[in-house]
Nanobody, 124 residues
C-alpha cells in the first residue's frame, strides 16, 4: 500500500553531518506518522526520531536529541533526518517507517510500512 525508499547514507567522520531522505509513494494519504529506526551490529533495532504527518510534532530518542532533526516535505511525500555531530555509536543501518496511526511513534511494532534501509558509517 505504501512504499518507502531511503537514501543519503554513507561513510563520514566523527563530527560530520548527513541528511537521510525517505520518499513515500502509494497510499500516502493514509500515513499519520513516520519515523526513523536504526540497527547497529549486534544490537536491537531502536527508535531514533518520529514525526506526525499533519501537525509535524516531533519526537527523539535521548541519544540523538539536540543533534538530529526530523522533518517532512508534504509536497514531496518525503521525510528527512538531518544528522549533525555524528558519533561512532551512530553507525547503523537506518530504516524509515510509516504508521497509519499516531499511537506508537517510538514503537517499532506500531509501524505498518518499512523501507529497505540505508547504511550510515561514522569513523573515529
Amino acid at each position: 500500500q505504501v512504499q518507502l525508499v531511503e537514501s543519503g547514507g554513507g561513510l563520514v567522520q566523527t563530527g560530520d553531518s548527513l541528511r537521510l531522505s525517505c520518499a513515500a509513494s502509494g497510499r500516502t494519504f493514509s500515513i499519520a506518522a513516520m519515523g526513523w529506526f536504526r540497527q547497529a551490529p549486534g544490537k536491537e533495532r531502536e527508535f531514533v526520531a518520529g514525526i506526525t504527518w499533519s501537525r509535524r510534532n516531533t519526537y527523539y530518542a535521548d541519544s540523538v536529541k539536540g543533534r538530529f532533526t526530523i522533518s517532512r516535505d508534504g509536497a514531496k511525500n518525503t521525510v528527512y533526518l538531518q544528522m549533525n555531530s555524528l558519533k561512532a555509536e551512530d553507525t547503523a543501518v537506518y530504516h524509515c517507517a510509516a504508521d497509519r496511526s499516531t499511537n506508537g511513534i517510538a514503537t517499532m511494532r506500531s509501524y505498518d510500512y518499512w523501507g529497505q534501509g540505508t547504511q550510515v558509517t561514522v569513523s573515529s
